[in-house]
């Protein structure tokens, strides 16, 4: 145990002596806090002059928003934002120019938008033809606007069956709450888990490939540890450098978003945020779950890291082919027609990095259980994980000195 | 103790580098002397378990090649290899000897002492990146000495070395042989002439001939001619004999060479040196001074 210890000391002294290892750290947590507030960056501007400055503005929406806080969304809250929103003229250009939106609308428009979702409306002028009845009825409309949505998805009847048990399961009514840091949190949680990755692939490639560059690989592989004990660390080493590094990053986003827009909301349900999400979690639960996927997936990436590291002869190639399996699959769409097509293209570690693939409306039927799908992507990380390990471990112990 | 290699073989793609080698090494000090790509460093590699033979077995003492017991016995000096550039030789020396299994204590303590054995001492705390090449190679030979292998297998290790520290190094080697064994790779003949007990003459992946200098030297003792002739007679002779050494003189031609009986007039018999033996066998490469 003492010299496993010592082993993975010596390893972390390897990445942490190189200079590029440093900077690059450095600058991953600066790029992670200043994304985080990226959006409050530059000004908005009406007519081409300048209006506000968007940190200005994310106050102002935030005052409003705290006004609001506290209040059951209800009949009159909806009333309220409707009356509101008939007070925008019809304008050419952005309707949020006019002063009529600044004046009355603004401060509901997020009420607006979760309007818009359940009674499924483009145009916010088609708010004003909802019945009052249908108001009254909002949690029954949402209702039946998730399930309508659920039964047109191509899942089977076992899989529907509990999309919709969990469906009911959301505790009505809202009750009305800021949440703007975490929904910005939300956003930036995928920015952060592809520094994450980056850094991850540039720091670990090295850790199997670099000492074949380094050509110390002979003097390891022919030393008493050197087919086991040394790769055990190896493997530990990068794996907790991708713990360590993944809570730090966390934190930081977590940290800088909040100090900037503020704390509340973590009670507040998450359809504040996505009004016909069928997950009954508050933000903030929501929050820890999707920073423990990135977590997994992050250390899903980071095994593949190592193996490829393992196999090949330069960490530089290593980077390449992660950057590309990290950075790719976030441009590709596939399709929700075929389930299981779907559910296969949700577990490259990008696309773990998703909120909308971790948290839809799916339930997954596998081996006779049936689960949501960060279940899946949780079990499938943390096997995975473990499946690629000892490859890893069997391609370094039988590499051959040339 | 006792290293025994049966019938090691290594095969790449389209080239037999290591050719059924049996042997069996004792106590001493073995010098292995051949051409390059005669597959020296094959045949250690796969002494050492860093290259994977395409058959045959190594076992030291019936301890596999591929057990840790066997690997703990073993320090290999590689004949290419690399350092990290940002460790001091130092904490080089340390990371080795927990490799190697040496408890932090007796890590420094052995890093300290061969430090000083390959007068390293003084400059034990600086970047190994701002080392020469003779340093790095002491520094090599340090890290295969930490934990007191019962196998030393050194390919090439007095290459880049100057010649004082080739003889100190020697000397080394000559004390190291007296309780296990070592085996080192050269093709620098003078090297293992005075310090190896055995020494393995390695052609074409096989050993060819093995056994003390004399016994060895004694396939050309009274062979080895040297005279001095005009252009004719050199031709004649370079055309029918093993020639070891030719030298331009001012009208004459001076050689030496191999022969059963004495090949021209004024041909003198003289001793035979391991170097008249290698260059006989690996005639190719004739020497040639100006
Ligand atoms: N990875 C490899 N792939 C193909 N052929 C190889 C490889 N490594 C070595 N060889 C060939 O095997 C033969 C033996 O090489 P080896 O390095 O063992 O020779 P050596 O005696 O150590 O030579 P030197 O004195 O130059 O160090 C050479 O012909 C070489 O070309
Ligand atoms: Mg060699």
Redesign the pocket.
């Known amino acids: 145990m003492n010299s496993f210890c010592e082993l993975v000391k010596f390893e972390y002294r390897k990445i942490l002596k190189k200079r590029s290892t440093v900077i690059i750290l450095i600058l991953g947590i600066l790029l992670t806090a200043f994304s985080c507030v990226g959006p409050l960056m530059g000004n908005y501007y009406i007519r081409g002059e300048v209006y506000e400055s968007n940190y200005e503005g994310m106050k102002k929406d935030r005052e409003y928003a705290r006004g609001l806080s506290g209040r059951e969304i209800n009949s009159d809250l909806l009333s309220e934002t409707i009356e509101a929103y008939s007070h925008i003229p019809i304008v050419e250009g952005r309707f949020t120019d006019t002063d009529e939106y600044q004046q009355y609308a603004r401060p509901y428009s997020e009420i607006q938008y979760m309007i818009r979702k359940v009674y499924n409306i483009d145009n916010f002028r088609e708010m004003f033809s909802i019945s009052k009845e249908s108001l009254d009825d909002f949690y029954t409309v949402r209702q039946s606007m998730v399930e309508k949505i659920i039964n047109n998805t191509a899942m089977n009847s076992a899989e529907k069956a509990n999309s919709l048990n969990l469906s009911r399961k959301v505790k009505t009514p809202f009750i009305y709450s800021y949440a703007g840091g975490y929904t910005r949190l939300f956003s930036q949680m995928y920015v952060t888990a592809l520094i994450i990755c980056f850094i991850c692939s540039v720091c670990i490639a090295p850790l199997f490939a670099g000492e074949y560059t380094d050509r110390a690989d002979s003097l390891i592989l022919s030393s008493k540890y050197g087919k086991n004990k040394i790769i055990h660390a190896k493997l530990f080493t990068g794996i907790s450098f991708t713990v360590l590094l993944c809570i730090v990053l966390t934190i930081v986003s977590f940290v800088t978003t909040m100090i900037f827009f503020g704390w509340d909301g973590s009670n507040s349900p998450i359809q504040l945020f996505l009004p016909l999400s069928i997950v009954p979690y508050t933000m903030g639960k929501i929050a820890l779950m999707y920073s423990i996927l990135i977590l997994f997936a992050s250390i899903l990436s980071s095994a593949l890291t190592m193996l490829l590291s393992a196999k090949f002869r330069s960490p530089f190639m290593v980077v390449v082919i992660m950057t590309v399996i990290t950075v790719l699959p976030g441009f590709v769409n596939i399709s929700e027609d075929v389930p299981w097509i779907y559910h296969l293209s949700n577990l490259v570690p990008a696309r773990m990095f998703k909120l909308e693939n971790i948290i839809n409306i799916f339930s997954i039927e596998f081996l006779g259980l049936i689960i949501q799908p960060y279940v899946l992507i949780l079990s499938f990380a943390v096997l995975a994980s473990m499946a690629l390990l000892p490859f890893a471990y069997r391609s370094f112990k039988n590499h051959n000195c040339? | 103790m006792e290293l025994i290699i049966d019938r090691l073989t290594k095969q790449?793609?389209n080239?037999i580098?290591v050719d059924r080698i049996s042997l069996t090494l004792k106590e001493g000090v073995y010098g292995l002397l051949?051409?390059?790509?005669?597959?020296?460093?094959?045949?250690m590699r796969m002494i050492c378990g860093v290259l994977k033979p395409t058959s045959g077995e190594v076992k030291f003492n019936g301890i596999d090649v591929n057990e840790e017991e066997y690997r703990d016995s073993l320090g290999y000096l590689p004949?290419d290899f690399g350092y990290y550039p940002e460790f001091s030789a130092y904490d080089f020396l340390l990371y080795m000897a927990s490799l190697k299994g040496l408890t932090k204590h007796r890590a420094k303590d052995k890093a300290s002492e061969w430090l000083e054995l390959v007068g390293l001492l003084d400059v034990a705390k600086k970047k190994i990146k701002t080392f020469s090449g003779g340093m790095k190679q002491r520094l090599g030979i340090a890290q295969a000495m930490l934990n007191n292998p019962k196998i030393l297998i050194l390919d090439?290790p007095t290459a880049g070395l100057d010649p004082k520290e080739r003889i100190r190094f020697r000397n080394l080697i000559s004390r190291l042989g007296k309780d296990r064994i070592v085996l080192l790779?050269t093709?620098i003949v003078s090297d293992v002439e005075y310090i190896a007990s055995t020494i393995l003459i390695m052609k074409d992946g096989q050993i060819i001939h093995q056994g003390s200098l004399d016994e060895i030297i004694s396939v050309i003792e009274g062979k080895v001619y040297e005279c001095s002739v005009d252009s004719k007679m050199t031709d004649y002779l370079i055309a029918n004999y093993p020639i070891i050494n030719i030298r331009e003189e001012s009208d004459k031609t001076f050689l030496r060479l191999v022969a059963d009986k004495s090949p021209c007039e004024g041909a003198v018999a003289v001793p035979a040196v391991l170097e008249d033996l290698y260059l006989y066998y690996f005639n190719e490469g004739v020497n040639r001074d100006e």
């Open positions: 040339i | 790449y793609e080239k580098a051949g051409p390059n790509g005669s597959g020296k460093t094959s045949l004949q090439e790779s093709h």
